[in-house]
Nanobody
């Protein structure tokens, strides 16, 4: 079993930046593709970004391309989401997820963290 804990969320003004972290424990971190999803009030959970096991495959939702960057450090068992040029519509709870198979934009991951709140004010 894999346990995921997100951190780094908070309150920022529009145009600001945040860096989210997701620390993994349990099984071998490098065996899992990792993804970030978010869910705003009254909206369905949506895909944000994903990264392959090796870190060479990167995938982003159209809404965050050019602004967000996903990365991973397998030695530290951590995946990151660097968020720049934040907009009020980025406000949501951000969830880290792990998948034993290849990356996917669908929320079909095996393990999920508890989420971290990101609030962008205007």
């Amino acid at each position: 079993q894999v346990h995921l804990v997100e951190s780094g969320g908070g309150l920022v003004q529009a145009g600001g930046s945040l860096r989210l972290s997701c620390a993994a424990s349990g099984q071998t971190f490098s065996s899992y593709a990792m993804g970030w999803f978010r869910q705003a009030p009254e909206k369905e959970r949506e895909f944000v970004a994903a990264i392959s096991r090796s870190g060479t495959g990167l995938y982003y939702a159209d809404s965050v391309k050019g602004r967000f960057t996903i990365s991973r450090d397998n030695a530290r068992r951590t995946v990151y989401l660097q968020m720049n040029s934040l907009k009020p519509e980025d406000t949501a709870v951000y969830y880290c997820a792990a998948r034993s198979l290849g990356v996917t934009r669908r929320p079909q991951y095996d393990y999920w963290g508890q989420g971290t709140q990101v609030t962008v004010s205007s």
